[in-house]
């Protein structure tokens, strides 16, 4: 039986991803919850398409589940050395709703990149960008998946102990960060 909502957010579009991979770990991890992957297929951020048109559905809906979700996993490829620009696209298109969905949310961030050093300017660079929205960034600890290739089984599921525990450890912490409201 699901226990609140979790939303995840993945910086790769690809439906294969690694990062998408790290998501439904988490997720497993964190359960029980009613998890919902957040599609950011949205056109680039254009203030003269806002004036035009308003705010894509897209941009709505990903606000409006940030602000329904009881907490909040991102997780990011590192695209030379800082997050990728899909993310930042959704982030800065996010900021432009009346929501404030981020507001108060507990968030917890993690990497999967192929490089061995697992997505450490990803990790830092998306703290960066989400301080102004003031969330409850969980400090950690660090999920930082390195050498991807190697790190997930036919199934998706994380092959490393010591990943797997850190992940283990981010999750139960997000749970008690929602659960102490």
């Known amino acids: 039986?699901?226990?609140?909502?979790?939303?995840?957010i993945s910086g790769s579009l690809r439906a294969g991803s690694y990062n998408r991979r790290l998501l439904r770990e988490a997720a497993r991890l964190y359960d029980p919850a009613e998890f919902v992957e957040a599609d950011l297929r949205l056109?680039?951020?254009?203030?003269?398409?806002?004036?035009?048109?308003?705010?894509p559905d897209g941009v709505v809906r990903l606000a409006e589940q940030i602000k329904a979700a009881d907490a909040?996993?991102?997780?990011?490829?590192?695209?030379?050395?800082a997050i990728s620009g899909v993310l930042k696209n959704a982030l800065d298109w996010v900021s432009r709703t009346k929501l404030a969905p981020w507001r108060d949310k507990p968030v917890a961030i993690m990497a999967a990149t192929g490089g061995r050093a697992g997505g450490e300017r990803t990790q830092w660079t998306l703290r960066l960008c989400l301080t102004p929205f003031r969330p409850r960034i969980l400090p950690g600890p660090e999920v930082l998946v390195g050498n991807t290739?190697?790190?997930?089984?036919?199934?998706?599921?994380?092959v490393n102990d010591r990943y797997l525990a850190a992940l283990g450890e981010l999750m139960s912490d997000?749970?008690?960060?929602v659960d102490r409201g």
């Open 174 to 177: 997000l749970r008690k960060e």
């Open 72 to 81: 909040v996993i991102i997780s990011g490829p590192e695209y030379n050395k």
């Open 43 to 55: 056109p680039l951020y254009d203030g003269d398409l806002e004036d035009a048109e308003g705010l």
């Open 1 to 8: 039986m699901a226990s609140g909502k979790l939303l995840g």
């Open 149 to 158: 290739d190697t790190q997930f089984d036919a199934e998706g599921r994380l």
